[in-house]
């Protein structure tokens, strides 16, 4: 029965995104976030439909007609950089496991669909598009657990998706779309439209506590802070966030509290010290290898893990016990710092530095202007998204995880969008000033509130 659902959904989805870029680019996303194929156990379980969206968005690409146009900022750029960082990295690397080649593999294919975002989108509805796609397909996972957990009052133990990771990834991913559920529930004209976004929100929000994620907890209460420093009825949201407690109370198990109360004591936690001893181990690599790095997952190799490991009392000011075992990066700034070296690292973080300078720059040029509210908006839930990622990363191997890139690509687009937007608007103030008809060049209605 669900292939049969599927197969109707697909149908329609494959011939419009045979036709037009933007629509390819969303079935692309909504294949890499949502990852249907996990839910169907018939005939569509084996369809590579990622694999489909990729060669329908090539086949767009040559039908579609529409003008498209790179925009090289340095989002795009450092984004470039880092893929080429760690194509080079992977072939002069000192690993040969499969996994290696799978996530260059990987890396490339979210660069590429970047590239396809960039080209696809630039209008307002485009980006809107966009955003719904991929807060929908990303927070599904999150609104699944939920209702599971509000189900078994608690019992449920979260299994995430093979495309999500483990229950921390799941916490992560849902922080970082809650911030664009609520700005879509806000720039829906349809009070049913809105009530649907508020209820996934919550949900997702459930399927957060469900993860028992501690880094999770962390997040969410400073994502929480960052909202209601924002919004601009803070009563609202004190007593929304005191209601989300109660309801916290109820719901959660005896162990759910046991395993946050650990924050207290983390030095003494063999999860969080073992988490230590990894970012070490990615350290000596760097060190050895400050250009190159070890490649990808190259401290996941065990023939790599021995040659390093004694090295390790070389960083014996950080006191940790000697790993016993093979370990994950488990931070995207120790990930990128073994497997693309100090230079990779460098890249990395100046990427997301570009990221913060983007959202300032938006909000920047949408000051004081009514109609570009929802610009400033989705810039702030980009902001909100990004330290959510930054904190929640640092003990998280996800620095190649595809939702970020989809989303500071769309970030990228926005701000593209916005600067030809107040151009024309400038030469509008021009043409007037010379007595001639400005309409030509006046905003469109692309501009206008989505329904």
Sequence with gaps: MRDIILAAVLLPMIYSSSRFIHISVMFWIWTALAAPSAFVFGFLSGIPLNKIAVTLSGISLIVDRTKKKMF????????????????????????????????????????????FIHLANRSREQIHGIVVVFALSAGVHGVLE?????????????????????NNYLAVTILMIVPFLL?????????????????????????????????????????????LARSKRKAVGVMTAIAFAGGLLFLAPA????????????????SFMSRVASWKMNALVALDRPFLGGGYSAMEDPRVFRDYLPQFGMLDFIPTELPNTILA??????QVLGDLGIVGFT?????????????????????????????????????????????????????????????????????????????????????????????????????????
């Design 72 to 115: 090289f900022d340095s989002i795009f750029f450092l984004h470039t950089m880092l893929v080429v960082q760690g194509v080079v990295s992977f072939i002069f690397g000192i690993t040969d496991m499969t996994r290696s080649a799978d996530l260059m593999d990987r890396v490339v294919k979210v660069w590429l669909l970047a590239v």
């Design 146 to 166: 939920g209702f599971k957990y509000i189900l078994t009052l608690g019992s449920h133990k979260v299994v995430p998706s093979l495309t999500i990771g483990d």
């Design 183 to 227: 700005y879509l529930a806000k720039y829906s004209t349809s009070k049913y439209v809105q009530a649907a976004f508020f209820i996934t929100t919550f949900m997702s929000l459930i399927g957060l506590v469900a993860t028992a994620s501690r880094g999770g907890l962390v997040s969410g209460v400073l994502l929480g802070s960052m909202m």
């Design 255 to 270: 162990s759910w509290w046991e395993r946050m109360d650990t924050l207290k004591s983390a030095e003494s936690d063999g």
């Design 329 to 334: 990066a488990h931070s995207i700034y120790f």
């Design 347 to 451: 890249i990395f973080i100046s990427m997301l530095a570009s990221c913060f300078y983007s959202v300032r720059r938006i909000m920047q040029m949408c000051k004081g202007q009514k109609e570009l509210e929802w610009a400033t908006d989705l810039a702030a839930a980009m902001q909100q998204m990004l330290v959510v990622y930054m904190v929640g990363g640092a003990a998280l191997s996800a620095s190649y995880f595809e939702l970020f890139y989809v989303q500071i690509s769309v970030l990228s687009i926005l701000r593209r969008s916005i600067m030809e937007n107040t151009s024309v608007r400038g030469a509008g103030r021009t043409l007037a000033v010379r007595g001639l008809d400005s309409s030509a060049v006046a905003p469109t209605s692309a501009w206008q509130r989505p329904s």
